[in-house]
């Protein structure tokens, strides 16, 4: 097991509804808040949404009104609630802390990531 793992990606129709799931390590899951990001295919990486170690939440405006960013501070896992999705919303999301949590070295640092959960949203 990685040190994110996302799941419950997949295939739902235009207007549905879909959960995704975040467990993080403990080191990552303590920073100050984390996030959801996403990637369409041959997009950049975007945040989504964040929350904070307190529940305080913050939207992108594509999203905003119809996802919902959830945590439960016992599990280190993240939620996020995706209703009316549009075709547009479909991607490869990701959780990660926000910022994107580093690890640093004599060299530089490297940026650590999930595999990521597929979302399809089509008819």
């Known amino acids: 097991q990685g040190e994110l793992v996302e799941s419950g990606g997949g295939l739902v129709q235009p207007g549905g509804s879909l959960r995704l799931s975040c467990a993080a390590s403990?080191?990552?899951?303590?920073?100050?808040?984390m996030g959801w990001y996403r990637q369409a295919p041959g997009g950049e990486r975007e945040l989504v949404a964040t929350?904070?170690?307190?529940?305080?939440?913050n939207y992108g405006h594509a999203v905003m009104g119809r996802f919902t960013i959830a945590r439960d501070n016992a599990k280190n896992t993240i939620y996020l609630q995706m209703n009316s999705v549009k075709p547009e919303d479909s991607a490869v999301y990701y959780c990660?802390?926000?910022?994107?949590?580093?690890?640093?070295?004599?060299?530089?640092?490297?940026?650590?990531w999930g595999q990521g959960t597929r979302v399809t949203v089509s008819s």
């Open positions: 990660n802390a926000d910022p994107p949590y580093r690890d640093y070295d004599s060299r530089g640092y490297l940026e650590i």
């Open positions: 403990t080191r990552i899951f303590n920073e100050n808040a």
């Open positions: 929350i904070t170690r307190s529940g305080s939440a």
